[in-house]
């Protein structure tokens, strides 16, 4: 994250379960806290309490993955 963020998406979202944007699933999970995922379907993370859920709509920064190799 950068300086002074202290929230930031991650790429979950929830779709009848858990997974990353490419879709692929969870293999690990840490959430702090899950709210009700009917209106909650994004997975963001917050330095101080872990992993939790939020409407997708709020401007927030991301973090981001590349793949090795794929330059």
Known sequence: MRSGQSVSWMGGFY???WM???QSPFSYSNFASVNTV???QCMYLQT?????NHSCGNAWPF?????TGSC
């Open 15 to 17: 779709f009848q379960t």
């Open 20 to 22: 990353w944007l490419d």
């Open 38 to 40: 009917s209106r909650y």
């Open 48 to 52: 101080r309490a872990g992993w939790s």
């Open 63 to 67: 973090i981001c993955v590349k793949k």
